[in-house]
């Protein structure tokens, strides 16, 4: 899933999984020890970027406490306004976002980081590397060079949802943000506030543990057509419903975004079936919705490279009725037993 923030993320509190590195930050910080490159890693729905923008917003406030940034002052405005001088993001989609839109960093945009991080000011400036792992070898070395001369005062920050992809010699120059490894009791206490325990161990099961896409889910109109999915895979792998019929039934169900991320999810509970795992979806039976029907590993490999292709696709604004077609005929694929 993915999550567009507001500017209210400036000035949000800390989420409770996040206080400790966030004294720990402010606290190197305010005693002038704070190293000028910093990479928040981790699964996409931990609230890493809120956790950042919350700490550009200090950074940059003249009139900082260590409950953060102030919010009234020309700083503040700047930010929420967007157009702070003292702040470079990229790429410029990536601000207050983690929807990877498929813009590139390129080695130019690096050149043009590195002269914006020496020139001369007052006070301290920020550049924010949005999906660094994106980077390519062209880029990612030049990147080398800014961070291996910092001038005082100004933070790179760089984030990713998958930091085995970022060039180890990024990752040997920076200070990894300690955001990825989240208490249980916490995750647990935060959604409780927003669902019952059942479902909120449930969800917090389906999402591997990322709390905000927990609680994201919960709310999401697609959840709710899970069962519906499963019975329409079924239908489709035993021929019993065409996939023109399903293709036009979903299109007026939901979005093309929408049924990929439900697809995606029930994808991963299949393989559990066929691998005879315990079902992640308690309030789901799976096996009898699923009745006799065969399940095939391959197949469900396929289906998945057909979302994935799908996925990339709508980033080239892709007919959403050519992408339900292929995903429906990829769900009518017969199958062979596991």
């Known amino acids: 899933m993915t999550q567009q923030l507001t500017t209210q993320a400036y000035f949000d509190q800390v989420l409770p999984w996040q206080k400790q590195a966030w004294q720990q ?12 490159g910093l990479l928040a890693a981790g699964q996409a729905g931990i609230g890493k970027r809120a956790f950042v923008w919350r700490l550009v917003a200090y ?19 700047w930010l929420t306004a967007q157009t702070h001088p003292d702040l470079m993001v990229l790429p ?13 960093v390129g080695i130019d945009d690096i050149r043009q980081l590195h002269n914006y991080s020496q020139n001369k000011g007052q006070g301290v400036k920020v550049i924010v590397i949005d999906h660094v792992d994106k980077l390519n070898i062209s880029a990612a070395n030049a ?16 984030i990713t949802d998958f930091v085995a992809q970022v060039l180890p010699t990024i990752k040997s120059r920076v200070q990894t943000l300690p955001l990825s490894i989240i208490n249980h009791k916490h995750a647990m206490e935060y959604l409780c506030d927003f669902m019952p325990d059942k479902q909120a161990a449930m969800l917090l099961a389906i999402s591997d543990g990322a709390v905000l896409q927990a609680k994201d889910i919960a709310s999401a109109d697609w959840f709710g057509k899970r069962k519906l999915w499963l019975q329409t895979f079924a239908a489709l792998q035993s021929a019993m419903r065409s996939p023109s019929a399903a293709s036009d039934y979903w299109q007026k169900a939901l979005s093309l975004s929408d049924f990929l991320t439900l697809s995606l999810m029930m994808l991963a509970e299949l393989r559990r079936v ?15 919705i699923l009745g006799q029907l065969p399940l095939d590993w391959q197949t469900l490999e ?10 990339i696709s709508m980033m080239q604004h892709i007919q959403e009725k050519l992408g ?9 694929k017969p199958a062979t037993v596991c």
Do not use: W
């Open 25 to 36: 930050l402010t606290g190197q910080f305010e005693k002038h020890k704070l190293p000028h």
């Open 302 to 311: 396929d289906l998945q490279a057909v979302c994935d292709d799908v996925k």
């Open 92 to 104: 410029a989609s990536a601000q207050l976002g983690d929807v990877y839109t498929g813009d590139g």
């Open 274 to 288: 066929c691998l005879d795992l315990p079902c992640l979806h308690a309030d789901l039976d799976t096996q009898a």
């Open 59 to 77: 950074l940059l406030c003249p009139n900082r406490s260590l409950a953060g940034a102030c919010a009234t002052c020309q700083s503040c405005h």
């Open 143 to 158: 990147l080398l060079k800014t961070l291996e001369e910092p001038r005082d005062g100004v933070f790179l920050i760089l």
């Open 324 to 332: 339900f077609e292929r995903l429906m005929l990829a769900m009518a």
